[in-house]
């Protein structure tokens, strides 16, 4: 599956941000989806996953809260609202998937397919 991620930015703290992922192929439904984060200088890092058919969800605790996975199996396309945003989200995006569930434990060495990046910055 290919992943085309877009929706980053720059916003002021305490903004939103919606990023979208849009997936290739007819398989959409049958992968777990989610979103990972590096920031300048930092290692990738979980950030939100959601199962095949929106049924749970998963959240790193630094977003908990204020960050909300969705997606459209219809559309083939998974998305990431990010409310009150902080400066340290600052960081690119990227959009994951992987055929098993790993819930917030999902790792890097655990994702099947990457999309590639969109940068998201948060100005203080």
């Known amino acids: 599956v290919q992943l085309q991620a877009s929706g980053g930015g720059l916003v002021q703290a305490g903004g939103s941000l919606r990023l979208s992922c849009a997936a290739s192929g007819r398989t959409f439904s049958s992968y777990v989806m989610g979103w990972f984060r590096q920031a300048p200088g930092k290692e990738r890092e979980f950030v939100a996953t959601i199962a095949w058919s929106d049924s749970s969800a998963g959240y790193a605790d630094s977003v908990k809260g204020r960050f909300t996975i969705t997606r459209d199996n219809a559309k083939n396309t998974v998305y990431l609202q990010m409310n009150s945003l902080k400066p340290e989200d600052t960081a690119v995006y990227y959009c994951?998937?992987?055929?098993?569930?790993?819930?917030?434990?999902?790792?890097?060495?655990?994702?099947?397919?990457w999309g590639q990046g969109t940068q998201v910055t948060v100005s203080s």
């Open positions: 994951a998937a992987a055929i098993l569930w790993y819930g917030t434990k999902w790792s890097d060495e655990k994702v099947d397919y």
